[in-house]
């Protein structure tokens, strides 16, 4: 089974500066998803950003870019010019690439909350 | 597009309790998902279905939790009787079938205390 760890239970980062949240993920398969979601008080999931694996450029959506290390099975978030709006709890999430059946559900690490201080 | 919606958006019960749950997906997405995230934790998949019928209920403790998913739209999560353990907030997401690079879209969730 897959397994996604997210070693940072908590980060800050002042307000404009850049943070980079870490995680990790094992598997056996070579061809996955994975995903950041963002979740924030008002605890609805919303997607940041997402990379296919067998993609090898860093997908970027504004001021959140990925570092994807495939060997490493490493999948960091960094957020740009942090704004206090960031401030939530970030999950990374796995998705095989195997279609079909519970293939489609994704597996999500503990999360990070991140503090934006002003 | 709607979202996901879900209801109630809070719910307090005694243990050994009924409640119900209630989510209504995206229109047209076949996939639906239970999550249950536990506080300081990530979330669990319980159940998942692909239009009406069940795709993955290995983590749904059956002996207390059900499901439906009726005419492959609304769905229900159930826990008779609940357990102090079941404190958490539930999660429906949905997602079109057959598209493995489509995110999960999630709904606002239903926090669940026990006491």
């Known amino acids: 089974a897959q397994t996604v760890t997210q070693s940072q239970p908590e980060m800050s980062v002042q307000e404009a500066e850049t943070v980079t949240l870490s995680c990790t993920y094992d598997?056996?398969?070579?061809?996955?998803?994975l995903f950041w979601y963002k979740q924030p008080p008002s605890r609805q999931m919303i997607l940041v950003i997402r990379q296919e694996a067998y993609k090898q450029q860093n997908a970027t959506e504004n001021r959140f870019s990925v570092n994807f290390q495939k060997a490493a099975k490493s999948f960091s978030l960094k957020i740009s010019d942090s704004q206090l709006g960031d401030a939530a709890m970030y999950f990374c999430?796995?998705?095989?690439?195997?279609?079909?059946?519970?293939?489609?559900?994704?597996?999500f690490g503990k999360g990070t909350l991140l503090t934006v201080n002003p | 597009e709607a979202g996901v919606a879900q209801s109630p958006r809070y719910k307090i019960i005694e243990k050994r309790q009924s409640v119900a749950f209630w989510c209504n997906p995206i229109?047209?997405?076949?996939?639906l998902y239970w999550y249950q995230q536990i506080l300081g934790q990530g979330p669990k998949l319980l159940i998942q279905?692909?239009?009406?019928?069940?795709?993955?209920d290995s983590q749904l403790p059956k002996d207390r939790f059900s499901a439906e998913r009726l005419k492959g739209v609304d769905s229900t999560l159930k826990i008779q009787p609940a357990k102090l353990e079941d404190s958490a907030v539930y999660l429906c997401a949905s997602s079109p079938a057959g598209q493995q690079n489509s995110p999960l879209h999630f709904g606002n969730g239903t926090r669940l205390t026990v006491t």
């Open positions: 229109s047209g997405h076949a996939t």
């Open positions: 999430a796995y998705r095989s690439g195997i279609s079909g059946g519970s293939n489609y559900k994704l597996t």
């Open positions: 598997t056996s398969e070579s061809d996955y998803y």
């Open positions: 279905f692909q239009n009406n019928g069940v795709v993955d």
